[in-house]
Nanobody
Framework: QVQLVESGGGLVQAGGSLRLSCAAS????????VGWFRQAPGKEREFAGA????????WYADSVKGRFTVSRDNAKKTVVLKMNSLKPEDTAVYYC?????????????????????WGQGTQVTVSS
């Protein structure tokens, strides 16, 4: 089993940056695709970005492309979401999640129901 814990959320002004970390436990963590999702009040949870098991592949939602970067360090069992040029519409609870990469595709990796393990979430608030 994999356990995930997010940290690094907070309040930031529009145009600012935040660095979210996802700390993982579990010996098989390095074999998982890791995705970041976000959920704003009253809205469905949506895909933000993901990174392959070896870090060679990254994917981003159009809404964050060019502003967000996902990276991972399997030795440290961490995945980082670096968010730049933040906008008020980025305000949400952010979650990291892990999925067996062999069971997902470029199409399905954006679906929350494809991920087996989830963190508790961390709040990001961007003020204007």
């Amino acid at each position: 089993q994999v356990q995930l814990v997010e940290s690094g959320g907070g309040l930031v002004q529009a145009g600012g940056s935040l660095r979210l970390s996802c700390a993982a436990s579990g010996r098989t963590f390095s074999s998982y695709l890791v995705g970041w999702f976000r959920q704003a009040p009253g809205k469905e949870r949506e895909f933000a970005g993901a990174i392959s098991w070896n870090g060679a592949g990254t994917w981003y939602a159009d809404s964050v492309k060019g502003r967000f970067t996902v990276s991972r360090d399997n030795a440290k069992k961490t995945v980082v979401l670096k968010m730049n040029s933040l906008k008020p519409e980025d305000t949400a609870v952010y979650y990291c999640a892990a999925a067996s990469q062999s069971l997902v595709s470029i199409v399905t990796m954006t679906r929350a129901d494809k991920y087996d393990y989830w963190g508790q979430g961390t709040q990001v608030t961007v003020s204007s």
